[in-house]
C-alpha cells in the first residue's frame, strides 16, 4: 500500500488509499475506494481541526469538491505529540483518480492554519493505464 504524507504548521497528515473491489462495479461504472487519515501535530501547542475541504478529480477530468465542519462528524483536538486517525471512503465514476485538501485547524494561539492534505491517487486494477 501507499502512504502519501505532508506537513504544514507543525502538523503531518497520511494517508493511505486502497480500492475496495468488493464495495465496486465496475460494470456499472461505479468503483470504490476506502482512505485512511493519521493527523499527529509534532508542534508545542494543541489545535483543533474545525473543517475540512476536499477536492476528488476522477479520470474523466470530472470535479467534486466537499466541505465541511469537523472531520467524520468531530472536531478534535490534537494536544503536542497526539494522533489522530479515521477512516472514510471515496466513489469515482471511473477506475482512477485522485483527492486533495486541507484542514482548517485552529491553534492555541488564535490562528486559523490551513493544513495540507496530499494529493493522493486512486487506482484500481481495472484502469489500464495509471493516470497519476
Do not use: C
Not at 101 to 108: D, K, P
Request: aromatic fraction near 10%; charged fraction near 25%; proline fraction near 8%.
Amino acid at each position: 500500500m501507499t502512504t502519501y504524507e505532508a506537513t504544514t504548521h507543525g502538523i503531518s497528515v497520511r494517508v493511505e488509499p486502497r480500492f475496495l473491489d468488493e464495495h465496486s462495479e465496475p460494470g456499472d461504472d461505479h468503483f470504490v475506494w476506502a482512505y485512511d487519515v493519521e493527523l499527529t501535530n509534532n508542534g508545542d501547542r494543541p489545535v483543533q481541526v474545525m473543517s475540512r475541504y476536499w477536492k476528488i478529480t476522477d479520470a474523466n477530468g470530472g470535479v467534486e469538491e466537499v466541505a465541511g465542519d469537523g472531520i467524520v462528524g468531530k472536531q478534535p483536538v490534537l494536544e503536542p505529540g497526539e494522533q489522530f486517525r479515521y477512516q472514510s471512503a471515496a466513489p469515482l465514476p471511473t477506475p482512477s483518480g485522485i483527492m486533495m485538501g486541507y484542514y482548517l485547524v485552529h491553534s492555541a494561539d488564535d490562528q486559523l492554519l490551513q493544513i495540507e492534505i496530499p494529493a493522493f491517487s486512486l487506482d484500481s486494477p481495472y484502469e489500464r493505464r495509471r493516470h497519476h
